[in-house]
Every structure is written in C-alpha cells, then in structure tokens.
C-alpha cells in the first residue's frame, strides 16, 4: 500500500454526499430560524451567541478526533481541561505572568495530563476508558485540593481572569482562532503522514502493523497533538467565562458533552465527509440547535440536557455502525 494511495483512500469523499450534507444543515438551520420567527439568524444572535458558543466544542472535538481516533476513549478531558484552564488563570492573576502563564501553562499540563493516560492504557494494559476515568477522577482531586487551600489563603476559592486577560475569548478573535485551528487540524489530518498513521491504526492496528507503521509511537504523536488542540480550547473556555469552578465525583464529563456530541457526528459522518470538515459544521449545528431551544424557552439543565443526551446516544450509535476499529 503506498502513502499516496492510503492518502486519497483516507481523504477522497464523493462530492454529491458533501453537498447533500451542506445543504441538509443549512435546511436544518433555516426551519430553526423560520420557527424562532426570524431571530434566530439575525446578525446580532449569530456573532453573540451560535459562532462563539461554538467555539470551545468545536476545538475540544478536533482534539478529541486525534485522541479517539488511535482507539483510545479517554473521559478525562474535561478534567483535563478544567485543570489546565485554572492552572494557567493562577499562573496570570496570582503569579503575575499574565499571558505568558495563561497560554503556556494549559498546553503544558493538558499534555502531560493525557500522557498519564495513554500510559496507563498502553503501557499498564489498562482500557482506555477505564484509565480515563481515574485520571479524571485525579485531575478533579488536584483541582478541588487547590482551591480550597487557596480559599483559606485568598479568600476565594475560584481564580478570576481579569478584563485585559480575556481578549482570546471574546468575538471576533475567539473565531478566528478557531477559524485558525480548522486550518491547522484538517492539513495534519488530511495531508502528512501523522494523519494517515492515525486513521490506519484506529482502522485496523494488525494492518498499520503490517505495512510498518510504529502503532505505539503514531499513539502517542496523535495523544499529543490532541492534548495540544484541548489546551488551545481550554485557554479560549477560561477566556470567554472569565472563570471555571473546579468540579469532583466526574462531573467534570459534563463539560464535554456537546464535544463528544461534534465528535460523534463527525465520525458518523466521515464516509461523507473529512472528519475536521464534520466536526465544523456539527459543533455549528449544536450551537444553533441549542440557541434555537433557548430562543423557545428551553431551560438549560431541563429538557435541553435530555435533548444533548438523545443526541449524544443517536450519534454514538451511527458512529459505531461507521466505525470499524477497535475501541480500547
């Protein structure tokens, strides 16, 4: 099998399908908006509130895709995440570093994060799954343990960005950098060799064997080029909320779900279409899906989180059904 071939293979997607799938969603999006009686697309509702919101999903997912892709299911992400945002906001406010802390501190400690991870599924032969939810469960202990030694010393337990710290967060700068990123993953993904090694061994591990691909060290480039793309959305995440309030008992998933929402839509679809493509247009669709249930009057945390779940549980069974690797 030469590179070239495995190449246009991995990448190459009937054009009639990518079509279709543009313009369901923009059919989707329209009746959403006709139903809202035209608020829902207004200029002002798509800057303020569906292109922002689908920042931070979008961007985990693209970590996620490198991360699920080699087969390892790791929920310890959004621990991860909350870890990562809140060392590098105690890094800027009470180190003083400012951006310095605030950008280097979440890719650093989110990548040593999801090292911990694959070592103890690959090396301690422990299920990915398995392995993500005590590092999770560890990551919130870390975070919990801080604050509340801080809240004795500051007088506050959560770490507050302030003003001049939250440009990365707010529009248009937030989409830009997410525009950036897409850039960024779809050309690893789709062109070099990282991204052909990824899919061959979330494929079929024996062939990526066969035809020799190193499996142990393309795990772990991909781990780290997820890790990467998670802290870049960590740091966008703080940005935006100017805070984020550490979390025990693994409720620190929530925070991922409608990433893990993208990330299954896009898998679902990937024999439609180039994965970092879907993820773009389904962490768009969930946003606006879920505008449009707050323009309705939706309570957030009632008929909306049934709703995430149900989308959560159809795409996972189309990704599944799509999905001919080994989930470890």
């Keep these: 099998m030469t590179k070239t071939a495995t190449k246009q293979g991995f990448t190459s997607k009937p054009l009639f399908k990518q079509i279709l799938l543009l313009v369901l969603l923009i059919v989707l999006i329209v009746i959403m908006h006709l139903i809202t009686g035209g608020k829902m697309l207004s200029m002002k509702n798509i800057t303020k509130n569906i292109l922002p919101q689908a920042v931070f999903p979008t961007v985990v997912a693209w970590g996620m895709m490198f991360i699920f892709g080699t087969g390892l299911v790791d929920l310890s992400i959004g621990a991860q995440v909350i870890l990562g945002a809140n060392i590098g906001a105690i890094l800027a406010m009470d180190a003083g570093l400012g951006y310095v802390g605030l950008i280097i501190a979440p890719f650093i400690v989110i990548v040593i994060c999801e090292l911990m991870v694959v070592f103890c599924s690959e090396f301690l032969k422990i299920p990915g799954w398995i392995a993500g939810l005590g590092c999770g469960l560890i990551f919130e202990a870390i975070m919990v343990m801080w604050t509340q030694a801080r809240s004795k010393t ?11 710290l939250r440009v990365l967060g707010r529009w248009p700068v937030n989409v830009i950098i997410m525009v950036v990123i897409f850039v960024i993953v779809y050309l690893i993904y789709n062109r070099t060799s990282i991204g052909i090694n990824l899919k061959a061994i979330g494929g079929d591990p024996g062939v990526s064997s066969a035809v020799g691909i190193n499996r142990r060290k393309a795990l772990i480039i991909a781990a780290i080029i997820g890790a990467v793309i998670v802290g870049a959305a960590a740091i966008l995440n703080i940005s935006k909320a100017g805070s984020i309030s550490a979390s025990s ?5 929530s925070t991922i779900f409608k990433a893990l929402a993208v990330t299954l839509i896009a898998m679902s679809l990937n024999s439609w279409i180039s994965e970092p493509v879907g993820a773009l247009g389904a962490g768009i669709f969930v946003s606006s899906l879920f505008n449009f249930l707050t323009i309705m009057g939706v309570q957030a945390g009632t008929l909306q989180e049934v709703i995430l779940g149900a989308v959560v549980i159809i795409c996972g069974v189309l990704a599944r ?8």
Aim: glycine share 16%; proline share 0%; net charge neutral.
């Design 249 to 253: 008992g693994l409720a620190s998933l």
């Design 154 to 164: 500051a007088g506050s337990a959560v770490i507050t960005l302030g003003d001049d």
């Design 321 to 328: 059904l799509n999905y001919k690797g080994v989930a470890k």
